[in-house]
């Protein structure tokens, strides 16, 4: 079956409608959201994130000890290992003085390059940073892509860096469209292509090879 990217996105998008992704108020709570979210549901992020309400500006996030940051995320789990990466990334955002239209000028793969060099951030929070803080049109090659892609029948590449790629290469540089294609897989993933698919009923079935594993 022969399978084009941009189709799947048509059919997912007519099927969910926009998305409105990212679900945060400010830029720097996507990036905070973005380091929380790891390992865990956005359930647990959201507990997290409603205790750092108070605190949710840099200025503010920079005055806290590592304590008190760990204390305040505990619902993310794995709190200290994240305070850490918080905290290290706070450290590369203060070199910009928190700048944010400052970051967005550079170049986007000399930007992944720094964020992936910061202590913690791997390639798949390192695009949704990209991609939802930065306005980066980049693919967010996660799990959930890479299921639905294969059970679609798409023989995918091995790597993240290498999928991420491929996707990218066959579709327009449309920031909107990148934005809506990684919530709509999310959403997708979450409603039928579940770790045990629901078929009946999904907006991909004309084009689906159900292929299982």
Same mark, same amino acid.
């Given at each position: 079956?022969?399978?084009?990217?941009?189709?799947?996105?048509?059919?997912?998008?007519?099927?969910?409608?926009?998305?409105?992704?990212?679900?945060?108020?400010?830029? %720097?709570? /996507?990036?905070?959201?973005? =380091?929380?979210?790891?390992?865990?549901?956005?359930?647990?992020? *959201?507990?997290? !994130? &409603?205790?750092?309400?108070?605190?949710?500006?840099?200025?503010?996030?920079?005055?806290?000890?590592?304590?008190?940051?760990?204390?305040?995320?505990?619902?993310?789990?794995? %709190?200290? /290992?994240?305070?850490?990466? =918080?905290?290290?990334?706070?450290?590369?955002?203060?070199?910009? *003085?928190?700048? !944010? &239209?400052?970051?967005?000028?550079?170049?986007?793969?000399?930007?992944?390059?720094?964020?992936?060099?910061?202590?913690?951030?791997?390639?798949?929070?390192?695009?949704?940073?990209?991609?939802?803080?930065?306005?980066?049109?980049?693919?967010?090659?996660?799990?959930?892509?890479?299921?639905?892609?294969?059970?679609?029948?798409?023989?995918?590449?091995?790597?993240?860096?290498?999928?991420?790629?491929?996707?990218?290469?066959?579709?327009?540089?449309?920031?909107?469209?990148?934005?809506?294609?990684?919530?709509?897989?999310?959403?997708?993933?979450?409603?039928?292509?579940?770790?045990?698919?629901?078929?009946?009923?999904?907006?991909?079935?004309?084009?689906?090879?159900?292929?299982?594993?």
């Amino acid at each position: 079956m022969v399978h084009d990217y941009q189709i799947i996105y048509e059919k997912l998008y007519r099927y969910y409608g926009p998305q409105g992704w990212w679900p945060a108020k400010t830029a %720097f709570e /996507m990036m905070i959201g973005a =380091i929380l979210v790891q390992n865990t549901s956005w359930r647990n992020v *959201e507990k997290a !994130l &409603s205790n750092l309400k108070p605190f949710l500006s840099p200025a503010k996030i920079e005055k806290l000890s590592f304590d008190e940051l760990a204390e305040l995320i505990r619902p993310s789990g794995f %709190f200290k /290992m994240k305070a850490q990466r =918080i905290k290290a990334f706070m450290e590369w955002l203060k070199a910009y *003085e928190y700048d !944010l &239209s400052q970051i967005k000028m550079k170049d986007c793969n000399e930007l992944r390059d720094e964020l992936l060099a910061v202590k913690g951030i791997g390639s798949e929070t390192a695009d949704v940073i990209l991609l939802y803080a930065f306005d980066q049109p980049v693919f967010v090659a996660d799990a959930y892509a890479r299921r639905i892609f294969f059970r679609l029948g798409i023989n995918l590449p091995k790597s993240y860096d290498s999928f991420r790629l491929e996707v990218e290469r066959a579709l327009p540089r449309d920031l909107a469209m990148f934005n809506e294609f990684h919530a709509l897989l999310v959403e997708h993933a979450k409603e039928h292509c579940k770790k045990a698919p629901i078929c009946d009923g999904c907006p991909l079935a004309s084009i689906c090879d159900r292929r299982l594993g």
